[in-house]
């Protein structure tokens, strides 16, 4: 079995991993920041600490500004919902995912803002000249951009973006590249970031990031119990506090922590995962009747593609069953990045190799692709 | 002297000034609040009075959010930074 579908969500996971969680699991585990003994400390412990790494992977200077969240999808809709404001005119990217746009239409239809797609060549990469002259015709409350897409796995050019947008706050969804390129998110210039850290970052499911800039005060997107101020029924004003409402996933969080050793050892993933790409870009070349709808320069961190008229999903089963290759056909969640590749409705297929995969892997999914292609 | 505690806004808080103090070899403890403190469940921290005044530049200088800094008096604690 070839598993190609790290875009979706990551495997295998690091050995430490399962270990972080199991440990946790099994030894006395409290709530963190809930009590005042020593078991609920440890907890609080770990989640600092975690924390804390995370903040120093991605240029956060103090980590209480870094929140925790069920995913990039709940930091997203953290930021739209706390940020935006009736009338409010948003900038966006062609390549979003309804992780952005379903918030996005709710906010439309409920808070009458409106939305403007930035200028980009084929692939989704954003014009910055364009987008420049865009920007004049401001002001603009929010610039909205995946930093590599999901679908065609176009990386978007981050400092050029910032310079572009003149002060427009930037909110990046980073789901496709934490852990796998690097990011600096206050030197880089940018206001809110969100992901999770089941893809590049190698942990478990159910934990997210979302990064808010000090200089903003959002609305919290859930109230509740946070161990602290329990005296008042305001919500806190604090950080993190403000925003993690009720018990942190902490098995998730020592999950990550085990991940965050891992990555320490391996580095960021960007390089490997660009020359995996790279390599199937090429091997498919020559694949009669194949459109290929990922930038051929060697930054895709996905691949996505046609083969003739042979429906998308029926490709993605044959390469299973036939070829043991598993990967994802269709929309992605991402039907606006498909209209704009001019892949809509139908979608592609979706070949996303990531940590684990080899070379092999992707001369094996080559020749799959040149069979079916050729024999039917 | 009987030690001095600081009462922070959350558990995060009172980690940061842990690391911090740890960093600058301060001795530390992280205890329960003090029933005559605050009725919060949370956690503290003490450390030696003579320090006072060393722990309230490093919590300016890291930015580190408190509650108040007390130092022991003959009927409980007494607020020395807000």
Redesign the interface.
């Known amino acids: 079995m070839i598993y190609l579908d790290h875009a979706a969500t990551s495997w295998p996971k690091p050995r430490a991993v399962g270990e972080e969680i199991a440990r946790w699991l099994t030894e006395l585990t409290a709530n963190a920041g809930r009590s005042g003994h020593q078991a609920s400390l440890a907890s609080a412990r770990l989640v600092f600490q975690t924390r804390e790494r995370l903040a120093e992977l991605l240029g956060v200077a103090h980590s209480e500004d870094l929140i925790f969240t069920h995913g990039a999808t709940e930091g997203l809709n953290l930021v739209l919902k706390g940020l935006l404001t009736p009338g409010d005119r948003v900038l966006v990217s062609p390549l979003e995912h309804n992780a952005v746009m379903r918030p996005l239409a709710t906010l439309v239809r409920e808070r009458h803002i409106t939305l403007q797609t930035l200028p980009a060549d084929p692939w989704g990469r954003i014009d910055l000249e364009a987008t420049r002259r865009v920007v004049r015709s401001g002001p603009y409350a929010l610039a909205v951009v995946a930093h590599s897409s999901n679908v065609s796995g176009a990386v978007q050019d981050l400092a050029g973006l910032h310079d572009a947008l003149n002060h427009t706050p930037l909110l990046v969804d980073a789901a496709q590249t934490a852990g796998v390129l690097p990011i600096s998110i206050e030197s880089a210039g940018i206001d809110f970031l969100a992901c999770s850290v089941h893809k590049g970052l190698l942990g478990p499911s159910g934990l997210g990031l979302c990064y808010l800039s000090p200089r903003y005060d959002l609305l919290p997107l859930v109230e509740g119990g946070t161990g602290s101020h329990s005296e008042s029924f305001e919500q806190p004003g604090f950080r993190p506090d403000r925003y993690e409402s009720g018990t942190l996933n902490l098995h998730g969080i020592a999950g990550t922590c085990g991940a965050l050793q891992d990555l320490t050892q391996r580095g960021l993933l960007g390089e490997h995962q660009q020359h995996l790409c790279q390599l199937l870009i090429d091997g498919l070349a020559t694949v009669p009747g194949l459109r290929l709808h990922s930038p051929a320069d060697g930054t895709a961190l996905c691949v996505s593609l046609n083969l003739a008229e042979m429906p998308p999903e029926s490709l993605a089963l044959r390469l299973e069953r036939e070829f043991g290759i598993l990967c994802r056909p269709g929309l992605h969640c991402a039907p606006a990045a498909h209209q704009h590749l001019g892949t809509f409705p139908a979608g592609t297929v979706r070949l996303s190799p990531g940590w684990g995969n080899t070379i092999q892997d992707m001369e094996t999914a080559i020749r799959a692709i040149h069979a079916l292609a050729t024999n039917g | 002297m009987p030690n001095s505690v600081i009462l922070f806004?959350?558990?995060?808080?009172?980690?940061?000034a842990e690391?911090v103090f740890k960093e600058h070899g301060l001795w530390l403890d992280?205890?329960?609040?003090p029933r005559g403190l605050s009725?919060?469940?949370?956690?503290a921290i003490e450390f030696h009075s003579d320090d006072l005044a060393r722990v309230g530049r490093l919590l300016q200088a890291c930015?580190i959010?408190v509650r108040g800094v007390f130092r022991p008096c003959v009927d409980g604690y007494r607020e020395v930074r807000g």
Do not use: W, Y
């Open positions: 806004l959350s558990i995060h808080h009172v980690l940061a690391k992280v205890v329960p609040v009725s919060e469940c949370g956690m930015q959010k």
